[in-house]
């Protein structure tokens, strides 16, 4: 299902319609069926992500809709930040996209988006807090305004907002509501969002932003020149050893969630950790040389990690789980 867009002077009621947005994104004519609703999500999952129908295929069939309604959000907010060009514009869709999350908690009859649509059953299911929501939307608007951080304690902060709700949501889904849980959760987070940084140094410069800690650039001698002219030094490849020996350590933290969760979602989680870490291989692979090509993670690794995953679902334990856990 593909909900017509409205203008703005079309929209009934004084909702915002989204205006400016991508088109498949803005507000249809007509309330969608809770149905129709699911398949849009779905559908958006499943074609913006190539991975998200292979990681959740290992989740049990009941909650699968539910991650796709909170993907389809974050998706949606994401590119309401990322895909539109002016920043005013931008920073507006956001506050809109706000309130319509809004009126999903306070008035859920009145939403008209599929992705609210979907999302409040997922929502009134799982009891999912709604400064979660606001806490990404936080950090895509901060995207529009903040483009230098100088220190792993602003990046870790930013992730805090960027990264770590995702996980919270999927482990609320899955039933676990234990802080004990989300804190190791919030590590692998945070270290994904990291190795995405590392990873997409000269894209992100492209979109007018620096991730590299400024504090970190100044202490191994590196500088904004550098990174514009793509310049590899030896202080450049000093400063990546350090990051990436620093994310890959946060991801090991991370891994004793598996140890805490079902085999299920610990198959799923696991998979995504070890896709960070992949990241980090393939950066250190290219001699940390971040700046000539995107490091990407090699088709033949992607295979094995799944093979793995799937030869793990299939015996029924994930290496680390607790015996019995959540059976």
Known sequence: MTPAALTPEAAAGGVAALAGAPAEYRLPATRPTLDEAKTWCRDLATTHYENFHVATWFLPKRVRPHFESVYAYCR??????????????ALRLLDEWGGLLDECYDSPGRSRHPVFVALHETIAAHD?????????????????????????????DYSRDSANPVGRLVLLVSGYREERIALPSDKICTALQLANFWQDVVEDW???RRY???????????????????RFTPEFRALMQHLVSYTREMLREGGAISGL???ELATTLDLFRKGGESILDAIAAQGYDTLKRRPEVSKGRKARLLAEAVWNKLRGRVPGTRAGAGA
């Open 76 to 89: 949606v907010s994401d590119d309401l930040g990322d895909e539109v060009a002016d920043r005013p514009t």
């Open 128 to 156: 999912l807090p709604r400064h979660l929501f606001h806490d990404l939307l936080a950090a895509f608007k901060l995207d529009q305004t903040k483009t230098r951080f100088e220190s792993i304690a602003e990046l870790e």
């Open 206 to 208: 492209q979109r007018g």
């Open 212 to 230: 590299l800690p400024g504090d970190l650039m100044r202490r191994f001698g590196v500088t904004d020149a550098d990174i514009a002219e793509r």
């Open 261 to 263: 969760v079902d085999r």
